[in-house]
């Protein structure tokens, strides 16, 4: 099928449009930019900088995505932006290139971005991810899947947030959520699991019991972090693959501690 371009928008000629991509009017898509097929750029939205959008994007009215970083660290060059498939940008929504030059911003596929969120520099997201109105990912943020930010919500820069975590609305978070867990608050504290998203996600109750243990020994129980995962370690089944595994792996690994 032939590409859309309305009349009124600016496409630079080394643009390269997959099939059935349609352009609106009044859209800026710039010379270095690549959109995969039956994307949608609808009026008033830009695209520009190296970036690759995947196949199936909507891009709504106002978006600006490739947008140069807000890093007072960039010396030039040439960062990008890669985007996979079935996401949707709505209106306003920003979303920025690394900051150094060979370097990405990721957002994976099926993701929903609401009005005026923000993806900073360097941001790795998985898939899934539902991102409300007014919520921002400082830089280098790295998001696993099926990830749900609220409305207004902060998220500090070099951050985690493991898969199935919930961050509340209006939230300050300024450090790492793990696996299944819920954030609230300013700043952010975990609370709970994200008892009705995993639910949701169709995890089974035995599972949801064993993430529920877990958050009891990491955060209620009268243990430092280091008791606490070696409590589960030794009292639980924590084989590779298992939700317990993937909650030890996630605390290991952070560098900023955990909410």
């Keep these: 099928m032939s ?15 997959g099939e059935d991509v349609e352009i ?3 859209c800026y898509i710039g010379e270095k930019v690549v959109i995969g097929d039956h994307s949608r750029v609808l009026h008033h939205a830009t695209v520009e900088g190296k970036v690759t959008v995947g196949a199936n994007n909507t891009i709504f009215p106002y978006a600006l995505i490739g947008g ?18 079935g996401n949707i940008f709505r209106e306003y929504v920003t979303a920025h ?29 998985g898939d899934h991810l539902v991102m409300s109105s007014h919520s921002a990912l400082g830089g280098h943020v790295e998001v696993g899947n ?15 947030l ?27 504290d975990v609370r709970s699991i994200n008892k009705v998203g995993l639910e949701r996600a169709g995890f089974e109750s035995s599972e949801i019991d064993l993430i529920r243990t877990a958050f009891k020994v ?23 693959g298992t939700v317990l595994s993937e909650i030890l792996s996630f605390a290991r690994a952070s560098a900023r ?3």
Excluded at 225 to 230: G, I
């Design 3 to 17: 590409v859309k371009i309305h009349p009124q928008a600016i496409v630079e000629p080394n643009a390269q449009l």
């Design 24 to 26: 609106g009017p009044f």
């Design 68 to 85: 140069l970083t807000h890093d007072l660290k960039y010396q030039g060059g040439d960062p990008g932006l890669k985007i996979g498939d």
């Design 97 to 125: 290139v690394a900051t150094n030059s060979e370097d990405f911003t990721t957002i994976g596929s099926n993701n929903v971005f609401l009005a005026y969120s923000h993806v900073a520099h360097d941001c790795t997201i």
């Design 146 to 160: 099926h990830v749900n930010i609220g409305w207004g919500a902060g998220v500090h820069q070099f951050c985690r």
């Design 162 to 188: 493991g898969r199935h975590c919930m961050v509340s609305a209006c939230s300050k978070l300024v450090q790492d959520v793990p696996p299944f867990m819920l954030a609230d608050g300013s700043p952010a």
């Design 218 to 240: 990491l955060y209620r129980r009268d243990f430092n972090r280091s008791q606490a995962l070696q409590h589960l370690e030794e009292n639980f089944n924590t084989d590779s």
């Design 257 to 259: 501690g955990m909410a």
